[in-house]
Structure formats: C-alpha cells, structure tokens
C-alpha cells in the first residue's frame, strides 16, 4: 500500500522550492516581488507538514497544525501588505504545485488511495485558506482600529487650522469629505456582511476592509500634511540636527516607496557615488522632503522610471536632485506649484493631497534650503534641492 503522507515529506523541500518560485512569477501576485525568497517561504512548510501528518493512515487529523501555520501566514501576509486576491493565489498555486509534484507516485495507487490522498490534499488546503483568511481579517481590523485611533488623537489637533483662511478650510473640508465617504460606506457593507457567517471570510469581505483602510490611511495623510502645514505658518515645527548617514537615509526611503514604484511598473534608479557620506540635519524633516518629492514623482508617472541623484558641492553644500519621465508642468503652473491645495494642469492625482509640494518647500526653507524645477509639458520633471552640509543654528519651537 502506498504510503502518500511519506511521499509528501519526501518531496516538502521540492514543493516549496517550486511553488516559491510560482508565487514569484506569478503576475497576479504583485507583492511577492516586494520580499525576499525566505519571505514568500516563510511558514509554508509547516503546512506541508501538517498536511503529511494528516494524510498518514495511522495518524488523527491534525488540524490544530494546519490551522497555527495557517494563521501564521495570514499575519505574516497581512504585515508584508499582500491583498486577500494575492493570498487565495498563492494556496490555488500551492495546490497545483503539490499534485504535480507528485501526480507521478500518485498514480501509482489504488483508486481508493488517489481518492483519499486528493481528499486530504483538498481538505487541508481548503481548512489552510480559512485559517489564514480569519488571522488576515483579525490583522487588518486591529490596523484599522489602529488607524480609527489615530484619527480620534488628531481631531482635536484639526481646531488649530481655525487659523487658516476660509477658502482654505472649504477645500480641506471637501478633500476630507472623499475618504470620510468612503470609510463609512464600506465600514458599515463589510459590517453588514460580517453577521452573516457564510459571507465573513469570503474575498469581497476582506476587499471592503482593504478599500475602508485605504481611505482611512489617506485620511490619516491629508491630515497630517495639513497639521505640518498648520504647524509651519504657526513658527511650531521644530529642527533637531544630527549626523546622518545619507546615502542610508536616502535607501531607506526608496525601500518604503518601491512598492508603489513596482505597483506602478517604474523602475527606482538611484545614483548615490557622489553623494557626501554624512551630513548634519534633522533627519526626519529630511526624509519627508525626499518622500514627498520620490512619491509625487511616482504618482505622476505613467511608464518608464524615477531617477535620486545626489552629489556633494562646492561651498559646504550638496544637492538631491528628484527626475521623473512623466507628464511635466507647464510653465506658467510652476509658480503655483508651491502653493498649498494647488493641484495644477494636469497634476490632479486622486491620491493627491494638493499639501505634499507646498509642505515640501517649507521644509527646505526650514532646513536653510532651496528648491528649484525644471519642466516640460510630457518631458519629465527634475526637482533640485540644495542643502548645507551642516546646519549652524537650530530653529526652536515656540511650544
């Protein structure tokens, strides 16, 4: 008699080398190409084992296994950011990943054995996908009661922008309304459709929690942007310089984006051999400067690539330049560019917040810097911005 849950062990190292490489390959499984091989591999094995163990003709199931390395990976899966369509991929992947692997052996059973080894395999796959759905589903609520927590603390930060003009507070106002809309509308279908049981683990669910986070976390960033903004005409925000790896700050920056970039189909170049090796700053102010500029070039950029240079100086300065090869400005909307809500010409993004340039340009004049655009209507765009190399004195807070 065929021992197929032998068979199975015998073959894990091959069955997860060939289905790592599946999801890898897979275009409908875009995040995959964010993490490492190690990653995508993380925690399968063990429901390849689990899944041996209940095949074995002397052996209990053993779904207690099946469902820990399950909800495993759907915590693991939820934190690296893949989509509940990317994970019901990768366990279709890894079902035909398996009976290839050994549809040979297979074969060579009675009837009786094929049909209770194709039993099992389902079975277990189909309790695996279950499990790791209900660990994805309880990952994302706690991040949205994180992100709902988060807009509560910052709501009464929002009375200070009182301050602004009325126009101001009118676009804000009609800019909060779009995901405010969107957050109430599928928080309360998915809501509706958690009380029915056979609809809680269903993918349409976990899409709804995924549109009602994406609403929330672009509400979270139309938010802050306004309180930097907020804070910056109120002479609050405040400069900590320190010395700073660069060319470290400026990857760590580019790891965070590159989702968006390889979402988009853009390639990140960065040319980094001239750039000063330290620099004195604050650099958190730094960073948002270079994530504000690397992200709004990505945004506005339909095919091709977005290019970091930097390079030291003369003078005690150095120079981060941002280029894009996507569909420019035009001359007379540059110097409205800075301006804060202003989205203008063609650069109207719904993901845009109309903040990103305008708290840019206060953040370089904050650091002692300067800005500068070149531009052409579908020609590209380089933003250039220039920076001493250390900062003499600090700007206190007025708190």
């Given at each position: 008699m065929q021992d197929f849950s032998q068979l199975l062990k015998d073959n894990i190292d091959r069955i997860k080398q060939n289905w790592a490489d599946a999801v890898g390959n897979d275009r409908h499984i875009r995040s995959a190409a964010t993490i490492n091989r190690t990653a995508i591999e993380d925690h399968i094995e063990d429901v390849l084992i689990a899944m041996a163990i209940t095949m074995s003709q002397t052996a209990a199931d053993d779904d207690e296994t099946v469902a820990k390395a399950s909800i495993s990976h759907g915590v693991l899966r939820a934190a690296q950011g893949f989509d509940p369509s990317e994970i019901a991929q990768e366990y279709h992947l890894l079902r035909k990943t398996i009976f290839d692997c050994l549809r040979t052996e297979l074969l060579t059973g009675t009837s009786e054995e094929i049909f209770r080894a194709v039993m099992v395999i389902d079975t277990v796959i189909d309790l695996a996908?279950?499990?790791?759905?209900?660990?994805?589903?309880?990952?994302?609520?706690?991040?949205?009661?994180?992100?709902?927590?988060?807009?509560?603390?910052?709501?009464?930060?929002?009375?200070?922008?009182?301050?602004?003009?009325?126009?101001?507070?009118?676009?804000?106002?009609?800019?909060?309304?779009?995901?405010?809309?969107?957050?109430?509308?599928?928080?309360?279908?998915?809501?509706?459709?958690?009380?029915?049981?056979?609809?809680?683990?269903?993918?349409?669910?976990?899409?709804?929690?995924?549109?009602?986070?994406?609403?929330?976390?672009?509400?979270?960033?139309?938010?802050?942007?306004?309180?930097?903004?907020?804070?910056?005409?109120?002479?609050?925000?405040?400069?900590?310089?320190?010395?700073?790896?660069?060319?470290?700050?400026?990857?760590?920056?580019?790891?965070?984006?590159?989702?968006?970039?390889?979402?988009?189909?853009?390639?990140?170049?960065?040319?980094?051999?001239?750039?000063?090796?330290?620099?004195?700053?604050?650099?958190?102010?730094?960073?948002?400067?270079?994530?504000?500029?690397?992200?709004?070039?990505?945004?506005?950029?339909?095919?091709?690539?977005?290019?970091?240079?930097?390079?030291?100086?003369?003078?005690?300065?150095?120079?981060?330049?941002?280029?894009?090869?996507?569909?420019?400005?035009?001359?007379?909307?540059?110097?409205?560019?800075?301006?804060?809500?202003?989205?203008?010409?063609?650069?109207?993004?719904?993901?845009?917040?109309?903040?990103?340039?305008?708290?840019?340009?206060?953040?370089?004049?904050?650091l002692k810097g300067n800005i500068y655009l070149s531009s052409q209507p579908q020609e590209g765009s380089t933003f250039t911005v220039i920076f001493p190399l250390e900062i003499q004195d600090v700007i206190e807070s007025n708190d």
């Amino acid at each position: 008699m065929q021992d197929f849950s032998q068979l199975l062990k015998d073959n894990i190292d091959r069955i997860k080398q060939n289905w790592a490489d599946a999801v890898g390959n897979d275009r409908h499984i875009r995040s995959a190409a964010t993490i490492n091989r190690t990653a995508i591999e993380d925690h399968i094995e063990d429901v390849l084992i689990a899944m041996a163990i209940t095949m074995s003709q002397t052996a209990a199931d053993d779904d207690e296994t099946v469902a820990k390395a399950s909800i495993s990976h759907g915590v693991l899966r939820a934190a690296q950011g893949f989509d509940p369509s990317e994970i019901a991929q990768e366990y279709h992947l890894l079902r035909k990943t398996i009976f290839d692997c050994l549809r040979t052996e297979l074969l060579t059973g009675t009837s009786e054995e094929i049909f209770r080894a194709v039993m099992v395999i389902d079975t277990v796959i189909d309790l695996a996908i279950s499990k790791c759905f209900k660990s994805y589903v309880a990952e994302r609520l706690d991040e949205l009661e994180q992100v709902r927590s988060q807009l509560s603390m910052t709501v009464t930060e929002l009375k200070r922008l009182a301050r602004s003009s009325e126009d101001n507070l009118s676009i804000l106002a009609h800019e909060l309304k779009t995901p405010l809309t969107s957050i109430i509308g599928y928080a309360d279908l998915f809501l509706r459709q958690s009380r029915q049981e056979q609809a809680r683990d269903s993918i349409a669910s976990l899409e709804h929690v995924e549109k009602v986070l994406r609403g929330g976390r672009r509400l979270l960033r139309l938010i802050n942007d306004a309180l930097d903004l907020s804070r910056y005409e109120a002479g609050k925000m405040q400069v900590i310089p320190e010395v700073i790896d660069l060319p470290a700050l400026i990857q760590a920056v580019l790891e965070v984006i590159q989702p968006l970039a390889s979402d988009r189909g853009l390639q990140l170049i960065t040319e980094l051999d001239q750039a000063p090796a330290e620099v004195i700053t604050d650099p958190y102010r730094l960073q948002q400067v270079i994530v504000n500029l690397v992200s709004n070039a990505v945004r506005y950029t339909e095919f091709g690539s977005v290019t970091i240079t930097s390079r030291t100086l003369a003078n005690d300065r150095w120079a981060i330049s941002v280029t894009d090869t996507g569909i420019g400005i035009d001359p007379e909307d540059q110097i409205r560019l800075f301006a804060p809500f202003e989205r203008v010409g063609t650069m109207r993004s719904p993901d845009s917040t109309g903040l990103g340039l305008a708290i840019v340009a206060r953040l370089v004049e904050l650091l002692k810097g300067n800005i500068y655009l070149s531009s052409q209507p579908q020609e590209g765009s380089t933003f250039t911005v220039i920076f001493p190399l250390e900062i003499q004195d600090v700007i206190e807070s007025n708190d």
